[in-house]
Nanobody, 129 residues
């Protein structure tokens, strides 16, 4: 059983930056593919970014490409999401999620919520215009 705890959310002006962090415990962190999702009010949860077990492979949702960067530190059991050039439409609750290693072992990246087994409680990101 893996426990995930996000931190780093907050209020920022458009054009600003935030760095989200997710701390994992209770499992072998390097055996998991890690992803970030977000859910805005009245909308479905959507995929943001994913990183494979080693950190050598990443994939992003189109609207965040070039602005967000996902990274992980297997020694510290953490996965981060650096968010730059934030826009009001990035406002959402951001969730960290863990999927089995094999979900991102081949070319296809896991982008669906049901491919992930463990979820954090979420952290609010609000971008003002």
């Amino acid at each position: 059983q893996v426990q995930l705890v996000e931190s780093g959310g907050g209020l920022v002006q458009a054009g600003g930056s935030l760095r989200l962090s997710c701390a994992a415990s209770g499992g072998t962190f390097s055996s998991y593919t890690m992803g970030w999702f977000r859910q805005a009010p009245g909308k479905e949860r959507e995929f943001v970014a994913v990183i494979n077990w080693s950190g050598g492979r990443t994939f992003y949702e189109d609207s965040v490409k070039g602005r967000f960067t996902i990274s992980r530190d297997n020694a510290k059991n953490t996965v981060d999401l650096q968010m730059n050039s934030l826009k009001p439409e990035d406002t959402a609750v951001y969730y960290c999620a863990a999927a089995p290693l094999w979900r991102y072992y081949s070319i296809r990246a896991p982008t669906q919520s049901n491919e992930y087994d463990y979820w954090g409680q979420g952290t609010q990101v609000t971008v003002s215009s």
